[in-house]
């Protein structure tokens, strides 16, 4: 719990320089074309976005190492800057002012490129993501649809950067990386279409107000195969084989050092702030007005972080054979069968309660769907612990068992 | 027109989410022109250029042939990714839709879900 305020604090200390500026422009602005080429708001506002991205990323990469070394009863980082706060500003000049290698074999145009390419589509995700209420840089009707299609991007670069670097290590990180990034992204987008019929709209801050009740009560299920399925994008702990360090060094970012390496980096950091504000605001109510709203977010966002750490900091990492089977034979089937499901309550909820077609479900009818949701998971839960788990999905390569007497 | 205008502010991100990668580059190489970082020598020094092997001399060539599989999983992606593009519109609009859009879209699924249990009773699935 400690753990919790403390990465919560962190997260939040930016706040008064967002306070200062928009402290009196209640309701926020909505950018349209005008606003772009005649306002200096609108740059004014990308150049604080931007400034506020890159330093929760190098604040979030200090969290995580501080809070992953009390899990494993460290101190970790604490000789930079008050309690070590300061040592990802450190970490990010070291790395800038160190030398950049190319080795001589890599495709020297594609290895510099590949870590803009894996950068780039993690910044364009939150052009959409209303992190003030209000202050989004477009507002799409696209929203989510637009945050998948963009990261997926992100599996190209990850290829780039594991092909072109010519190294075995780096080669193998790509090809398992963009296997698991792929077969993921199936069960994910599959769970995030139950959240769409839900709230029947793409758009991010209409889905977060569609929720009368938080959709993680009336969707138990889909938000579970959200959480793994990101853990899996985000190449977090018992997903990470592509970046294995114990086989692999360090996957495809090998070859990488100083600016190229910091990059590859920070965005994985800056990725799971991304991720964790899309699953906070699909999944965890209201967005709420003004800075109270902002902080409202943040919390729910730093749970979410918090989440992921701790899964660095508890799990071991599982087997690629494993890791796709979980996302094929596990979490595909559920969320179609989720989709069917919901799909169904709606009609019935619908009928019961003659709500026009169009009209968003209110209180009542999504306490009825809540209340089926969460008897359906218990029944799940029930039935997973029957089959043991994922003894059955074990079929790999057989391992060696000694000979020993007395023992087989 | 409203809604076409905004994405003004997309492209405006995305020549910042460039620019912000490239000019930290740009940036690292400014500091080896003025002397703060050392410049790349990796071509006056053999093994600083070389791959790296765990610190063994590299082995042949690292365009190494890699497990088929890796290949059968991208094709089931594009099936499925296909099926879930099928169904973001439909899903978009079920409130509006109600009995008739279930029924449409309920073969369809039923259809790819058979064909994922074929593809699982197929062995395509397992990883030996």
Redesign the interface.
Known sequence: MQMLLFNMVVLILVTPILLLIYANKEPLIQ???QD?FNGIN??IG?FIL?SFL?FVTTMLTYVERRLVARMQNRIGPNRVGPFGVLQGFADLIKL???????????NRNIF?LA??LI???V??M??VIPILPGF??????IGI??VVAITSLGSLGVFAAGWA????????GA??G??QL??Y??PL??SI??I??LS???NLIEIAEAQEIPFILVQPVAFLIILFSVAAELNRTPFDINEADSEI?AGFH??YS???F??IYGTEYLAAFGWSLVIAILFFGHLGPGIGGFLMLMAKTSIILFLFFWFRGTWPRVR??QI??IA??IM??LA??N??IT??E??FV?SIFNIN?????GLQPLAIITIINIILFAGLLVILSFVKGLGQFD???KRYVPDIEGVN | MAETAKYWGVLFMALAAFLVPTSLIFLSHIFSKIRIRPKPDSEKNVSRGAPYESGMTPVGTARVKFNFRFYLFALLFLIFDVEVLFIFPWAARFLHLGFEAYVAMLPFLMLVLIGFLYEWKKEALEWK
């Open positions: 950018y349209t074309s772009v609108f740059f990308l931007i890159l800038i002012t160190k030398e950049d290698l190319i080795p001589t074999l890599a510099s870590p803009i950068m780039s589509p910044l364009l939150f052009a989004t840089i477009a507002d799409l009707d649809f637009y670097s010519n190294s075995k290590y780096s080669l193998y090809v398992r963009v296997a792929v077969s992204e199936v987008v599959l279409c139950t769409v019929l029947g709209s793409l060094v090998t070859e100083g600016t190229k910091a990059l690629i054979d796709l089977a094929w034979k595909f089937p179609t069968i989709i069917i799909a169904g709606i009609l619908q077609p169009g009209n968003a479900l079929k790999g390569p």
